[in-house]
């Protein structure tokens, strides 16, 4: 059985970091692309960043999240920087059984429970 497992998360203030993590098992996700979307209050959930031998990011996130995998480990990782107030949000971890980046949230198949982001201002 998959299982993602997210953490990391909490408050920060605007300008702050936090590293989040993602712990994987129920397989080997060597070839899987991981990814990190987010959702805020009353939106809809976003893509973020994704992995699998090459990288993604959303714009709004570009130059400031760095997103990275550690296959011996199955985990996936997401260090975020300059944090801003509107990167408040319940952060998921996600797996897409495909070596292909997506950025569409139906086309991944497996997620974590979300960690919850909160930057203050």
């Known amino acids: 059985q998959v299982q993602l497992v997210e953490s990391g998360g909490g408050l920060v203030q605007a300008g702050g970091s936090l590293r989040l993590s993602c712990a994987a098992s129920g397989r080997t996700f060597t070839n899987y692309a991981l990814g990190w979307f987010r959702q805020a209050p009353g939106k809809e959930r976003e893509f973020v960043a994704a992995?699998?031998?090459?990288?993604l990011y959303a714009d709004s996130v570009k130059g400031r999240f760095t997103i990275s995998r550690d296959n011996a480990k199955n985990m996936v990782y997401l260090q975020m920087n300059s944090l801003k107030p509107e990167d408040t949000a319940v952060y998921y971890c996600?797996?897409?059984?495909?070596?292909?980046?997506?950025?569409?949230?139906?086309?991944?198949?497996?997620w974590g429970q979300g960690t919850q982001v909160t930057v203050s201002s």
């Open positions: 992995i699998v031998w090459s990288v």
């Open positions: 996600a797996a897409r059984g495909s070596p292909l980046i997506r950025v569409g949230v139906r086309e991944y198949d497996y």
